[in-house]
């Protein structure tokens, strides 16, 4: 893919440093008196393809943009792109109510970060080359404040997931918490219940034992003789179940 060419008349100096496929990264070029810019586009998270916003300042301190005159507006406009994106973004933020959404906020600023931070670099590149040229130093300042804003909010919107994170978690163990020891309850119910289950059903069968005529009393006793196995089985769950209590450190010897 050849590198997009412009109605303008770039000195050898300059031309030297481009290469033919791409006008390449963000950065700032001054040879011969002239100043080229080349900023790359507000990114968006659908695609790695970056598209070029190319600027030269002439000597006499013409700006072009792509070739076309009104340069300083082209590159006016370019920063308030910048700072739509952040006014978006902020409002996005500040309305995240979920996980979901705040993952798709920080998708959309890690791009915008980076691009931001690395156009500053390059306007102060172009502030060093020029001097004190009073519209570099606007154009300069303004994409300090515009990384600066990206880099906060990308800052407060991963504490938040953080937070989100976090209390979900919480949130979960102690349900799994709530859950064990409703399903440690039943286990304990079922451990008494289930000996005199048993026995119930072998002396409700249907069959001669010869202990059809024995005395109210062996009635009771193999009732208590079920129960007393039930309470035993309980302690025998009891004792193999998790202590769900911390042990607390025994204080250094002095």
């Known amino acids: 893919m050849k590198r997009s060419q412009y109605k303008w008349n ?5 031309s030297a440093r481009l290469g033919s496929e791409s006008w390449g990264a963000q950065r700032a070029i001054f040879e011969a008196g002239h100043l080229l810019l080349v900023l790359h586009t507000p990114p968006k ?3 790695n393809e970056r598209e070029h916003e190319v600027f030269l ?3 006499q301190g013409k700006w072009l943009h792509k070739g076309i005159d009104h340069g300083d507006h082209a590159l006016n406009k370019y920063m308030e792109d910048y700072r739509l994106l952040y006014s978006e973004l902020e409002k996005r933020f500040e309305k995240a109510n979920s996980i979901d959404a705040l993952f798709a906020v920080i998708d959309s600023l890690i791009p915008l970060a980076r691009s931001s931070n690395n156009m500053k670099l390059a306007l102060q590149t172009a502030r060093e080359s020029l001097g004190n040229d009073a519209f570099i130093i606007d154009m300069r300042d303004r994409s300090v404040d515009i990384a600066r804003g990206f ?3 990308l ?3 991963r504490l938040a997931l953080e937070f989100r994170l976090a209390r979900s978690a919480e949130a979960q163990a102690r349900a799994a918490e709530v859950g064990n020891r409703a399903q440690h309850k039943l286990n304990i119910l079922a451990a008494i219940a289930f000996p005199l ?3 119930s059903a072998v002396f409700g069968m249907n069959l001669h034992s010869g202990l059809e005529n024995l005395p109210v009393l062996a009635f009771w006793l193999v009732f208590l003789g079920g129960l007393g196995l039930g309470l035993l089985v309980k302690s025998w769950v009891s004792s193999s179940a998790p202590s769900t209590q911390e042990k607390k450190p025994k204080p250094p010897k002095r």
């Not at 770039?10 to 300059?14: A, D, G, N, R, S």
């Open 10 to 14: 770039l000195p050898t100096e300059i």
């Open 45 to 47: 998270t659908d695609g």
């Open 57 to 59: 300042r002439l000597p």
């Open 151 to 153: 880099e906060l909010l």
């Open 155 to 157: 800052a407060d919107a």
């Open 197 to 199: 289950m048993s026995v």
